[in-house]
């Protein structure tokens, strides 16, 4: 199933309110975003230069710290959905439970497609595929891990949307030669709405990505605003320490109200509640939204909290 947290259209047919009422933690997207800074008018009126992109592309390099090619897209999830049309359909296997669109993405294509719970079952695919840190429990790989599995597939691609707070976890820097690496801007950065992501791999793979997205693979806002935050490195230490410290003091307030964490990142946080169905609704009736699991009837996802109100909310909602 293609099941998607974000989905407030639909808490709000279930449960009523206003949308400015809720709180929208089904995601995994900082809800202190990156202040926007000034777009220039040529952002909107104008088509987006090549020099404009080089420039994206350039800061982009620094702060993942790597010299491997690399093409901006709209979304990681625009990555997902082009990933697959590189090579002929074939096997394919995915390392889940995980994000579902990758999947999806390569049976659309045509893959057949296994998921697999071990790494090392990885080994023999045409194609695999991991999320590292994993959606939703957090399931992380070293990058010698993650390194060693590259000769035993055809190609290899790790999602890393979720890094940005552990980037010592990141194998961007070794992207090329069969490996492809997948990087969100808007989760950690809080403006998913912005639709900016990058691909990062070999000069091939990059260039027939890039053919596959078009001469204007982003908007000349989302090159301005990614510029301005990607370079901004004082914001995104200050931010992942943040983040670090509130999944703790989350962590807290789930366990007294009896949920225990099973596991997930800086950005959100997973917990067996014993009824999903039954948490998500007590949540529901505060007007804050949750992620369940087709696939697990205990499992609750929540991202975290954003200003000091939000916090107050999901306090009392879990009965403090």
């Not at 596959?212 to 490195?233: C, H, K, N, Q, T």
């Amino acid at each position: 199933m293609r099941d998607h947290g974000g989905n407030i259209d639909g808490a709000r047919q279930r449960f009523g309110g206003a949308r400015e009422a809720w709180i929208d933690l089904s995601t995994g997207i900082n809800r202190v975003p990156y202040p926007l800074p000034g777009i220039s008018a040529d952002a909107w009126t104008m088509l987006p230069t090549q020099t404009a992109i080089a420039g994206l592309v350039e800061v982009a390099q620094r702060r993942y710290r790597t010299r491997a090619r690399l093409l901006p897209v709209a979304g990681a999830q625009a990555a997902i959905q082009m990933i697959p049309l590189l090579a002929p359909p074939g096997l394919a296997r995915v390392l889940g439970p995980t994000y579902n669109e990758h999947a999806a993405a390569l049976t659309a294509a045509g893959w057949t497609v296994e998921t697999v719970a071990d790494p090392d079952a990885l080994a023999g695919a045409d194609m695999a595929v991991l999320v590292n840190p994993n959606n939703p429990d957090g399931r992380r790989l070293t990058p010698d891990e993650i390194r060693a599995l590259g000769p035993l597939v055809g190609r290899l691609v790790v999602d890393e949307s979720f890094a940005d707070p552990e980037p010592a976890l990141s194998v961007a820097p070794d992207a090329g030669r069969g490996l492809l690496v997948l990087r969100s801007f808007g989760k950690f950065y809080g403006l998913a709405g912005l639709r900016l992501g990058f691909v990062l791999g070999g000069a091939e793979d990059i260039a027939r990505l890039g053919e596959m997205a078009g001469p204007w693979p982003v908007s000349g806002a989302a090159i301005e605003i990614g510029r301005a935050a990607l370079g901004d490195e004082a914001w995104a230490a200050a931010t992942a320490t943040r983040l670090c410290a509130e999944a703790i003091a989350l962590d807290r307030l789930a366990s007294c109200a009896g949920w225990r964490l099973v596991g997930g990142t800086s950005l959100f946080r997973l917990y067996e509640t014993g009824d999903a169905a039954a948490a998500q609704e007590r949540l529901a009736a505060t007007q804050i939204w949750s992620r369940r699991f087709p696939w697990s009837a205990g499992w609750l996802r929540l991202g975290l909290p954003g200003p000091a109100e939000e916090w107050k909310r999901i306090e009392a909602a879990l009965g403090h």
